[in-house]
């Protein structure tokens, strides 16, 4: 069924913007219960304006003229709308607006700005960041509907109040399947890539000013799951009958001892094993999310399994160090892992790489700047996360301290 647009004009009056007892007129043009306001730069007493016929009263010529030129607005707001219904244009009240005050419009939509950017970017973006973009389109397209019961609006419309009402829609989104409702954090992440893709249109000329330019992300700040040495220690020692099982563990343990993501484990090949400058064996490979050089040096708990896994039929035809396995089912063996070694820890990989970084590297007293390289990371705060939690080495450090403290004590009684 072909929609109907509803479509009204209405003239009204800001009393709140009164001066020598004159408020200035507007006319309101609603479509589809979607309201924008333009000013028609007359104002008028409020004593001789009537609020239910919107329309000045009285008798005098002065009135007459006003009441005869708010028809005429009327009249060209009305010839706006249906030049848009004949043109098959999208209808909306912005969208009038502009046309009655001769505002350009390029006519680009905020759904070809998406198809535009993840069809004319995807060269330059990795496929997992790609995908999350997907995603955020998926939820765009699911807000235009419920909203503003259509499929597309121009970027022109976008403004401040769209960024809002799109951050309530998805607070308050009620997923179909098994997933729960969205943390603050993803919000937030759906809203930054919006505001990715805005960017992108005002670079591109499509857009005259940022819609986000009064707007501000607000993350939460979580704290990175990690495993303790007993948890690892547990890990480590655990031997599973099924195959499956015990390879996820080992891929686990390899990254606790590597600090390597998931993908970049993955994507490890023979020629990524190298002889660093101390005659030690190194991995030296960039980062496939940042592209950052990583060079680590390898530890004898993760040579043991590189051995284990680099001539398996697998890995041998692929051409990579160990076996290839979804992130998916790796992440569903990892929670059968953590109940049987009875770990109550929501044990995914990317909990490995957080392990590196605390339990295996900062609480033996590696210097974070040499953990912060390992990890990839190009910014020393993005390693300092993990240094704020790692409550075992300040403990051993005030212990030391206090060692310490307490030896010059004892040589001054001494000394005394």
Known sequence: MKKINTFGIQFVIRKHRIKDDKAPIYARVT???????????????????????????????????????????????????????????????????????????????????????????????????????????????????????????????????????????????????????????????????????????????????????????????????????????????????????QYVKDLFVFSCYTGLSYIDVMNLKPNNIRIGIDRMTWIITQREKTTTPVRIPILSLAQVLIDKYKDHPRSVNKGTIFPNISNQKLNSYLKEIADVCEIDKNLTFHVARHTFATTVTLTNGVPIESVSKMLGHTDLKTTQIYAKVVEKKISDDMANLEEKLSGKRSKKRKSK
Request: hydrophobic share 35%; charged share 35%.
């Open 31 to 245: 479509v589809n219960r979607e309201r924008a306001e333009i000013s028609i730069k007359k104002r008028i007493h409020v004593d001789n304006w009537n609020n239910g016929r919107g329309m000045a009263k009285g008798k005098s010529s002065e009135i007459g003229k006003l009441n005869s030129y708010l028809e005429q607005i009327r009249s060209q707001l009305t010839e706006c709308y249906q030049e848009l219904v004949i043109n098959k244009e999208i209808v909306t009240p912005e969208a009038i607006k502009n046309k009655f005050l001769g505002v350009e419009d390029s006519g680009e939509t905020l759904k070809g700005l998406v198809e535009y950017h993840n069809t004319g970017m995807d060269s330059n973006l990795r496929w997992g960041t790609l995908k999350n973009y997907k995603t955020t389109e998926k939820y765009i397209e699911k807000f235009l509907t419920q909203k503003f019961k259509r499929n597309d609006i121009y970027l022109v419309e976008l403004n401040y109040k769209f960024i809002t009402d799109f951050e309530h829609f998805l607070r308050k989104y009620q997923p179909e399947d098994h997933h729960l409702p969205m943390g603050n954090n993803t919000v937030m992440k759906h809203i930054e890539r919006l505001r990715k893709m805005t960017n992108l249109a005002v670079r591109l000329g499509w857009l005259d000013k940022d819609p986000f330019v009064a707007y501000r992300l607000s993350f939460k700040r979580v704290e990175r799951e990690f495993l303790t040495q007993l948890e690892l220690d547990t890990i480590k020692k655990k031997q599973f009958k099924i195959e499956r099982l």
